[in-house]
C-alpha cells in the first residue's frame, strides 16, 4: 500500500475548462490547484486522468479522497507502462509517501502545482512491512521530497529513466472521466 503520510486532506479541485480538456495552463496568473473544482468526486471509484509525460501519455486513476490516498496502488497486482495513479493534493505540501503492502516496484514522481517535477524516487521496491512490538514503528522507508509538491504521479519502475524524465521535467495532465 502506497500512503500519503499527509493526514486530513480534503481534496476539492476546480475544472478549468477548454476545447475538450484542461491541463496545466495558468489563467490570469491563477495555479492549477483547483483544477477538478465543481466536479463530483465520487466514493465508489476513480476519476481518470490522461497525463502526457515528454510526449507519452499514460491514463492515471486519481487518488483524490483520503480512502483512495490511503490505498493507493496496493489495489492492484501490477501496472503497465501506460498507466499509474495520480495523487490529487489540495494545496502544495511536503507530501511522504512508502511503499507498505505493495507487490510491485514504483517510480514516484513529485509535481509542484504548475506541473513541474520537483522530486524524483526511482525503482522503489515494496515494503513487508513488520512491527516492532517494543517499538510499534513499521520498518518501511518513508520517502518525502526536499520541496513542496501537489501532485504526485506513480509509475512503473524505470519510467523516468526512460521516459527521460528530470526535475523540471513538465507533465500535463486532463480528466477523462
Not at 486530513?8 to 477548454?18: E, M
Not at 502544495?92 to 513541474?116: C, E
Not at 521496491?125 to 518501511?140: D, L, Y
Request: hydrophobic letters at 40%; charged letters at 20%; glycine letters at 6%.
Amino acid at each position: 500500500m502506497i500512503f500519503a503520510i499527509v493526514l486530513g486532506l480534503s481534496v476539492w479541485v476546480n475544472v478549468k475548462p477548454s476545447a475538450s480538456s484542461f491541463s496545466f495552463s495558468n489563467v490570469a496568473g491563477e495555479d492549477n490547484r483547483n483544477f477538478l473544482n465543481g466536479i463530483n468526486i465520487p466514493k465508489d471509484r476513480y476519476l481518470q486522468a490522461r497525463v502526457t509525460v515528454n510526449g507519452f501519455e499514460l491514463t492515471t486513476d486519481l487518488a483524490i479522497t483520503d480512502d483512495q490516498k490511503a490505498e493507493g496502488l496496493a489495489v492492484k497486482d501490477h501496472l503497465e507502462e501506460n498507466e499509474g495513479m495520480l495523487f490529487v493534493s489540495e494545496r502544495p505540501s511536503r507530501q511522504s509517501f512508502w511503499m507498505k503492502d505493495m507487490k510491485f516496484p514504483i517510480d514516484i514522481i513529485w509535481l509542484n502545482s504548475n506541473g513541474t517535477v520537483v522530486h524524483i524516487e526511482h525503482t522503489l521496491k515494496p515494503c513487508i512491512s513488520v512491527v516492532n512490538p517494543a517499538a510499534s514503528i513499521r520498518n518501511c522507508p518513508i520517502y518525502t521530497p526536499d520541496s513542496d509538491s501537489q501532485y504526485v504521479l506513480e509509475t512503473i519502475a524505470g519510467f523516468s529513466q526512460k521516459h527521460n524524465v528530470k526535475i523540471g521535467t513538465n507533465i500535463d495532465f486532463y480528466l477523462v472521466s
